[in-house]
């Protein structure tokens, strides 16, 4: 079962709106993180943002939050004021459990684009 | 502070070679993991390796083996290449990789092409 869906191959948005990407997720670890990354086409993983299983508050980093819904097991980035450098793939990835924690599941990502 | 580095950024192998891809964590980090990522599709887990002690392993085949190192480096070794080993394969560090709350932070991998 795939543990980590981004149903979104491809998002459009005009700069300065705001996006969601979604993300949802599939585990039976009460314990686990969740983590979003950006990868511009040179390649490099960049983190954005965390959300744990166990936090109260959905995360926030800057222009980015994590809209997190834990019964229905999603984690959507938001993305606010949106910028042409945030032209990119977006990845949503999930660790489990402390035995397998050095393991990141990735999503197959959502290719954003920013319209000027 | 430097981040996660990796060497080479780009190599060309025929089918059948061999390649040895190496990584180096953030500074106080001890954990290392590999991935591997095909054109299209997310990064796909190959290995994870702690003071210098495998600690988890994707489902790839005997060909691919890794080590660390005790300055926790680490090499990624790929024997008889095939055609499909093509992909860029991504670093990341973390501070001891035991918890699933600890971010891993990536390098900017090596682009590897089997001709």
């Known amino acids: 079962a795939q543990k980590i869906t981004q149903t979104q191959p491809g998002m459009f948005v005009q700069e300065k709106e705001a996006v969601t990407l979604d993300c949802t997720y599939d585990?039976?670890?009460?314990?686990?993180?969740l983590f979003w990354y950006k990868q511009p086409s040179s390649g490099e993983m960049i983190f954005l943002i965390y959300?744990?299983?166990?936090?109260?508050q959905n995360a926030t980093e800057g222009r980015y939050s994590l809209n997190f819904q834990k019964a229905r097991k999603s984690a959507n980035l938001v993305i606010s004021a949106s910028q042409l450098g945030d032209s990119a793939m977006y990845f949503c990835a999930m660790r489990e459990g402390n035995t397998n924690a050095g393991k990141s599941t990735f999503g197959d990502g959502t290719t954003l684009t920013v319209k000027p | 502070d430097a981040g996660v580095t990796q060497s080479p950024t780009h190599l060309i192998k025929t089918r059948g070679q061999q390649v040895t891809l190496r990584c180096s964590p953030i500074?106080?980090?001890?954990?290392v993991s590999w991935y591997q990522q095909v054109l299209g599709q997310g990064p796909q887990f190959i290995f994870q390796?702690?003071?210098?002690?495998?600690?988890g392993r994707g489902n790839f085949p005997d060909r691919f083996s890794a080590r660390q190192f005790p300055n926790y480096s680490s090499e990624l070794n790929v024997n008889a290449l095939l055609l499909g080993d093509s992909a860029l394969y991504l670093c990341?560090?973390?501070?001891?990789?035991?918890?699933?709350?600890?971010?891993?932070?990536f390098g900017p991998g090596t682009r590897l092409l089997v001709l």
């Open positions: 500074s106080g980090h001890k954990s």
């Open positions: 390796y702690y003071e210098k002690e495998e600690r």
């Open positions: 959300q744990g299983s166990y936090d109260q």
């Open positions: 585990t039976s670890d009460p314990s686990y993180g």
């Open positions: 990341a560090s973390s501070l001891a990789g035991s918890l699933a709350q600890e971010t891993q932070y």
